[in-house]
C-alpha cells in the first residue's frame, strides 16, 4: 500500500507515530496550520510555530523516510481578534516561498462568527494575489451546515479564486454534494468518534463516487489516529474495493491536488 497523509499536525505527534505512518507505506505528509490546543498570546507564537513548520518539522520527518509539507495561516479558532489575525497575516508572505509550502490553510470558520467571517476574506484575498492553492477547515456539528454555505458564498465570489484549486475539508453526508457541485474538492476526515467514521467515508465514497475527494486522519493532539487513512483503506479491501480504486482515492487523489503547487514533489 503506498498513501499521502493530506491533513495531519505531527508537531503534536511522537516519532513512533512517524514510525508507524511510515511502515503502512505513508508516501507525505501535509500539515495545515492549526489551534495548537490553546490560544497564542501574540504575532510572535505564530512567527514561531511558522518557523517550525516550515524548518524543523520537516527535518524530524525526513529521518524517518517521509516528505513533509505545510500550510500556513490563522486558525478561525484564534480569528476572533481581527486585529491579531491582520499582524498574523502580515508575517505569512515571508514564509510563501519556503520550499515545503503548499498554500493558505486550514483556513475557514469555527462559530460562523461575524469576525472570524472578516478574517476568512482577509485569507482568501491573501491566496489571491499570491496565487497560492487553498484549504479550508469547515465548522463542527450543527454550525457545519451554515458555514460551510458561507465559506462557499466567499470563494464564488471571488472570480480570481479557481475552484480546483481549493480543497474544503471534514466535509460529511449533508455537505459533500455541495462542495463538488461548486468544482472544488472534499476531504473527509476519518476520526474514532467524531466527523467520519471509516465506515461512513466509504459509504460516501459509494454513492458519490471518487473524483476530487480524499481522506485524511487530520490526527493532532486530541484523540485521533495518526493510521486512520490505511486502516480504511483496509476495510475498502474487506468491502470489495479494488486495490486500483483504493490507490486512486489514498495516493492518486492527494498527489493530483497538491502537484498543483509547485512545491509539491514526492522524490
Ligand atoms: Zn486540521
Redesign the pocket.
Known sequence: MRYIEP???VVSRTTDDYERMALAGCAAVCE?A?WAGFDRSSPAGFYDYFCQLTEHEPKRAAKFGLKHFCWLCINSKEAEDVKLAEEVIALIPQFLNRPNVLGIG?IGLNKNSRNELRVLEMQVELAATHEQLILV?TPHLEDKLKGTRLILDVLKNDQRIRPERVII?HVEEHTVEMVLDCGMWAGM?LYPETKCTPARAIDILETYGSERIWMNS?C?WGVSDPLAVPKTALEMKRRGHLAKAIDRVIYQNPQKFLKQSKNFKLL
Open positions: 491533513h495531519a499536525h495545515p492549526f486550514e477547515h475539508d476526515t487530520a493532532d
